[in-house]
């Protein structure tokens, strides 16, 4: 079946460590998003690839980081120097083109202990 | 200014009621619409796209006002399950951009009670 895929559901991090989301999808998508979403609050476009080896900052890019080195996968680092990384984070991808619907993963939620 | 706004709500809705709620946006060169229905801690879902005629998909009605920059979304007969939020996405066209990015308001929260 096809689907985009995020993992883990659920991570745990210490303050001042790194980590990475997962965020793989065998749609054959040309685009790629993260957001984040911070609760009863809406999404937030932290950055978005759409072809391979390019991406673009969104709107909350700092202390986060990406690479698209493959069209299929487009991890996620969120950094130390991210201060405040708890928050609930969905990728999305969407074919190429304007009238072109986003699919989602189903997120990580991400606590920083 | 967002680029996307929407009333917050929560907009309480007794079942069979009818609820309608709009979306803006700034940017004019915005190319294509959505609205996503997400249910508490899930992903969201595409609920339907928005066509510049308007259109229709049982009891859920789109609307599109190019000249005054916004999307309206009209619920008829509302049942229990349409209890969620509800997010406006716009597919923005920017200069570097040869398709635009899509950028989500912050959604307008439905709650139908019988």
């Known amino acids: 079946d096809g689907g985009i895929t995020q993992s883990p559901k659920y991570l745990f991090r210490k303050e001042g460590q790194n980590v990475t989301l997962s965020c793989e999808q065998n749609l054959n998508h040309d685009a790629m998003y993260w957001y984040r979403q911070d609760p009863g609050q809406g999404l937030r476009l932290i950055y978005y690839s759409q072809i391979v080896n390019d991406f673009q900052k969104g709107d909350i890019a700092e202390g986060y980081s990406v690479s698209r080195e493959k069209k299929e996968s487009f991890p996620l680092t969120v950094t130390s120097a991210q201060k405040n990384p708890t928050a609930f984070y969905l990728c999305a991808s969407s074919p190429r083109g304007h009238n072109t619907e986003a699919f989602f993963g189903q997120g990580t939620r991400l606590t920083v202990v | 200014r967002k680029e996307v706004e929407q009333d917050p709500g929560p907009f309480n809705v007794p079942e069979g009621a009818t609820v309608a709620f709009n979306c803006t946006y700034s940017?004019?060169?915005?190319?294509?619409f959505f609205w996503y229905r997400q249910d508490c801690r899930k992903e969201p879902k595409l609920l339907m796209s928005?066509?510049?005629s308007g259109n229709e998909d049982g009891r859920f009605t789109a609307q599109l006002n190019r000249a005054s920059q916004y999307i309206s979304l009209l619920i008829r007969d509302s049942k229990l399950s349409d209890s969620a939020t509800y997010l406006c996405v716009v597919n923005i066209e920017t200069t570097t951009d040869s398709w635009g990015k899509l950028q989500f308001g912050a959604g307008t929260q439905v709650v139908v009670t019988p």
């Open positions: 940017n004019s060169a915005s190319q294509s």
């Open positions: 928005v066509y510049s």
